[in-house]
């Protein structure tokens, strides 16, 4: 872990896949099998990963420059695999305990996520999270990550200063979002990438476990 003195944020935003939710190798798996149903090659599961944070469509035009004919299907493809893929998505150990904490100190949650609204709001269900996100975006109301899009619109949303916001995701792709607002960012390890690549934006931490951010964030 890296870390540096922290002040206290009064809005904290969580990117989703590989943050909240240990879900990236259902993601791979469901692009893998998109593809394979329609007789394309499949990506690696490398490129795969480093386009977890796009809004899907972005996400199929860079892992299918090839293939643009087939994007709807791709698209349909996936979304119809990611429901009854059965491969398991926990949340993060420590997860609900973090967020307790911090809204118990009146710090204001929100996400902000590649995924879909629908597929969101399944999951804020099922995870039984919802109750300590006060706004979210996703790729269906924002301009994909790495556009700091959607941060603009939940720092608006909450009237939150930019100064006052703290980012939090596993990707680069979150890491250079962050860095596009303006906004303080630390990258947890524990979805796609490392803490050398996370670093590489300049984080104001780099975790390895909740447990961890738990030290940082709330003490």
Known sequence: MTAAVFKKYKLVI????????DSISKIVNCIRHSALALNIEPPSDTAIKNIIGMSLELAIEVLFPDDVAQHPALINGYKQQYRVDTTPT???????NVLSTLKAQGVILAIATG?????LERLLDESQLRVFFSASRTSCEAQSKPSPDMLYQLLDELEVNVDDALMIG???I???????AGMDRIGVTMGVHNAEQLNE????????????????LVG
């Open 201 to 216: 934006f300049t984080p104001v931490a780099t975790v390895d476990s909740y447990q961890q951010l738990q030290r940082i």
């Open 115 to 119: 995924k879909g609204r629908a597929g």
């Open 14 to 21: 969580f990117d989703w896949d590989g943050t909240v939710m």
């Open 174 to 180: 979150d890491m250079a979002m962050a860095k596009a």
């Open 90 to 96: 926990p949340v993060f150990d420590n997860v609900e």
């Open 170 to 172: 596993d990707t680069k």
